[in-house]
């Protein structure tokens, strides 16, 4: 599997466990009589949207959802320890070129024995 398909699975796990977590806190406000009122799940969906289309451009594997990715993966290394290991595991998907080429041409052009 190809990391740009890894990345959009990943990111749209995080969308439907954000709006699974929000809807439940829908129902679950209305099954306990409580009013929820509409910040808190508007605050779960605003996490969901952003993760859909990031999934979505790194589906087509698109250069802005790569860079989207990785801008939201370093500041996610400092939530330990799970987002330390989710956003570890975005950053390797992340960190070279989807299209196939290289992402340092610089590098490509050294020869092997100087790398």
Known sequence: M????RAAR????????????GGALLVAG???GVETGWHLPACV???A????VMGWGAAKAKNWARVLTLVLAF???LAVPLGTLVAIQLISYCW???DGRDALPAAARMP???R
């Open 112 to 114: 092997a024995t100087a």
């Open 10 to 21: 990943a990111h749209f796990i995080f969308a439907g466990c954000y709006a699974l977590s």
């Open 96 to 98: 070279l070129a989807w």
């Open 49 to 52: 949207a952003p993760h859909a």
């Open 2 to 5: 190809r990391n740009h398909t």
């Open 30 to 32: 209305a099954l306990l």
């Open 75 to 77: 500041p996610a290394l």
């Open 45 to 47: 969906g605003a996490l």
